[in-house]
Nanobody
Framework: QVQLVESGGGLVQPGGSLRLSCVAS????????MSWYRQAPGKERELVAR????????NYADSVKGRFTISRDNVKNTVYLQMNSLKPEDTAVYYC???????WGQGTQVTVSS
């Protein structure tokens, strides 16, 4: 059974940082691309960042380029999202997603507010 479990969300002040983690199980993690999405209240879910299976290629939404970094550890079956210089508009529920398996995590809330 495929499982994706996110952690690391919370409340942070503007300009602060958070690191999200997503632990995967039930499939051969190292062979799949992984993504982070987010959904703010009243908005559609949007792609934030994606990392391909071998870890060398990444894509980012324009709104987070230069501030967020996606990475993965294929030994720990974990994908990370390092978020720096956070802004109030980054407030959302962040979801881990494996496109190749069609699986989603339960989401973790990130709130950026003073």
């Amino acid at each position: 059974q495929v499982q994706l479990v996110e952690s690391g969300g919370g409340l942070v002040q503007p300009g602060g940082s958070l690191r999200l983690s997503c632990v995967a199980s039930g499939f051969t993690f190292s062979t799949y691309a992984m993504s982070w999405y987010r959904q703010a209240p009243g908005k559609e879910r949007e792609l934030v960042a994606r990392i391909f299976a071998k870890g060398g290629i990444t894509n980012y939404a324009d709104s987070v380029k230069g501030r967020f970094t996606i990475s993965r550890d294929n030994v720990k079956n974990t994908v990370y999202l390092q978020m720096n210089s956070l802004k109030p508009e980054d407030t959302a529920v962040y979801y881990c997603h494996c496109p190749g398996r069609g699986s989603w995590g339960q989401g973790t809330q990130v709130t950026v507010s003073s």
